[in-house]
């Protein structure tokens, strides 16, 4: 386990996180807030968090049309 540091609305949280997870997770809090270093926004990550929700919204509809898709042409 590694920790991850962030600053909320001028407070510090830590994360723990699995080792090869943090990788992933440095890079999109980056991408999403540009740096880890500075202070985020509550507004800010709460978008950032709902955007990530939709996105994983959108991943699981298309996968639920794939199995269906695919278990309509396995049945015989």
């Known amino acids: 386990m590694q920790t991850l540091t962030l600053m909320v609305?001028?407070?510090?949280?830590?994360?723990?996180?699995?080792?090869?997870?943090?990788?992933?997770?440095?890079?999109?809090?980056?991408?999403?807030?540009?740096?880890?270093?500075?202070?985020?926004?509550?507004?800010d990550l709460l978008n950032a968090y709902i955007s990530k929700v939709y996105e994983l919204y959108k991943n699981d509809k298309e996968l639920n049309i794939l199995l269906e898709s695919m278990e309509s042409s396995t049945i015989y």
């Open 9 to 43: 609305h001028s407070q510090n949280y830590d994360i723990k996180v699995e080792d090869d997870f943090i990788i992933w997770l440095s890079s999109t809090f980056q991408k999403d807030f540009k740096s880890l270093d500075t202070n985020i926004k509550r507004t």
